[in-house]
């Protein structure tokens, strides 16, 4: 049985819609404002809208912008007196499917409401289209058959149409935001916005007005309100980028918006309520910033919903050829260059380099090289790696390798694992190989928490 949602203040207008439809056999629900039609539009799920245009405060023309925003797919039909022909017109144009004229007739109702409800059919067929070709589209980007690659991908997609917080681990230029765009193109908020901000790239006071907004007034300079980027997502994605470099501060009132869906401007009394699904990421381990004091706790925990760790490309060497065809191509067309292909040795070089910076690093090496090269085919000196190569010792079996962003402690921290690793646990040993006494290494391990 249909759904049908009438919107009118007039209460003789909404009674006899209800008698009528009824009696058709529809489920139908009547409220005399809009407001009260938006709450209903939130807790049903409805096929079609009747809706008168002139009402108070919130009309109905208001009403139909939200289901456009809000519900695309439903079918509006707008109810207007003999004096609102051109508001009806005008409804029309902006998505309504019909309109109908006061005083209504029995037949005219029930033609627009099977005309509304053949409509809704076409209309979710179009999205389910769209959808389809948006979620080809976005697997598209996502490069790579590696198993490590895939694992991340399809927990993406699996937790896509979820509404859960998602917090996505990995070393700098692993493709983070990249999956943070997968899992908006194929979650239902695809048509709502996906906003991304580097938490870590602005001071506190800057990151706060950026995030939340600010009101006319609440410091020199602000001139007008301005809305945050919580406010400009309503409905959609917001990606969080370095989420462990945000200040304490801000911390706390992020915490707040996962929490209650409510914040306050910089400058404001009013809390605004948004629905917007967090996607955080960073480079750094969490947890160690919990235990050194630099993140909050209970924010971790709410952030921590479900985790996705991005495998380095080190990691997945197996897409290597993959990544590179795709850039070469993408980079030849931006550039106006015949270049078809790599040779051999040039993608043995690109196999065998270590990649600190992941496939950020990948992507300008071959930018460049397509940009230098004056053949069809990108040779190893196109490359230009011996530049940014490792010193030998560095691809040796006993080497310890760390991401370029690597901090002190992490390095001294990894050192210790992998000597002690290679010293089967003997810490007498491994203290030998680290030219420091026992105490020291004991101190260390107690330090790091490494047992």
């Not at 009824?22 to 139908?28: C, H, I, L, P, S």
């Not at 009402?55 to 289901?67: A, F, I, K, T």
């Not at 001071?203 to 001139?223: D, R």
């Not at 090289?369 to 230009?384: F, N």
């Amino acid at each position: 049985m249909a759904h049908i949602l009438v919107v009118d203040d007039d209460c003789d207008t909404r009674d006899a819609l209800d008698v009528m439809l009824q009696r058709e056999g529809y489920t139908v629900t009547t409220v005399a404002s809009g407001a009260e039609a938006l709450m209903v539009l939130n807790e049903h799920d409805l096929d079609v809208v009747l809706c008168d245009v002139k009402m108070p405060q919130m009309d109905g023309m208001e009403v139909l912008r939200h289901v456009q925003e809000q519900h695309n797919g439903l079918a509006v039909v707008m109810i207007s007196g003999h004096n609102d022909v051109i508001a009806a017109v005008d409804a029309m144009k902006k998505g309504a499917v019909d309109y109908l004229m006061k005083p209504l007739s029995k037949a005219d109702v029930l033609r627009a409401v099977q005309k509304a409800l053949a409509m809704r059919v076409l209309l979710v067929e179009n999205l389910r289209l769209k959808r389809q070709v948006r979620e080809q589209y976005a697997r598209a980007q996502v490069i790579g058959s590696s198993p490590a690659w895939r694992r991340a991908c399809t927990l993406i997609e699996h937790v896509a149409p979820s509404r859960a917080t998602v917090l996505l681990l990995g070393e700098s230029g692993t493709g983070k935001e990249l999956l943070a765009r997968l899992l908006h193109d194929m979650s239902p908020r695809v048509e709502r916005p996906f906003l991304a901000i580097n938490t870590a790239a602005l001071p506190s006071t800057l990151l706060e007005a950026e995030l939340f907004g600010y009101e006319k007034g609440a410091f020199t300079g602000a001139n007008q309100r301005k809305p945050g980027q919580f406010e400009l997502a309503d409905g959609g994605t917001l990606f969080l980028d370095e989420i462990g470099d945000m200040p304490p501060e801000v911390q706390v009132k992020l915490l707040r918006v996962l929490q209650d869906g409510a914040f306050q401007r910089l400058g404001g009394t009013q809390p605004l309520k948004v629905d917007v699904r967090v996607v955080a990421a960073t480079h750094k381990d969490p947890a160690q910033e919990v235990n050194a004091g630099r993140f909050r706790q209970d924010l971790y925990y709410r952030l921590n919903v479900i985790t996705v760790r991005l495998p380095s490309l080190r990691d997945r060497r197996t897409d290597i050829p993959l990544l590179a065809a795709h850039f070469v191509r993408k980079y030849a067309q931006e550039n106006g260059k015949e270049v078809r292909a790599i040779e051999h040795e040039a993608m043995q070089r690109l196999l065998h380099y270590a990649w600190p910076g992941n496939v950020r690093e990948l992507e300008n090496v071959l930018e460049r090289a397509v940009v230098l090269t004056q053949d069809a085919t990108i040779k190893a000196a196109d490359l230009h790696l011996e530049e940014l190569q490792m010193p030998l010792w560095f691809e040796a079996e006993n080497a310890i390798m760390l991401p370029a962003t690597a901090t002190l402690a992490r390095a001294e921290r990894e050192m210790i694992v992998q000597t002690l690793r290679r010293c089967n646990g003997n810490r007498q040993a491994a203290a030998r190989q680290l030219d420091i006494g026992v105490s020291t290494l004991y101190r260390k391990l107690k330090e790091y928490q490494l047992s």
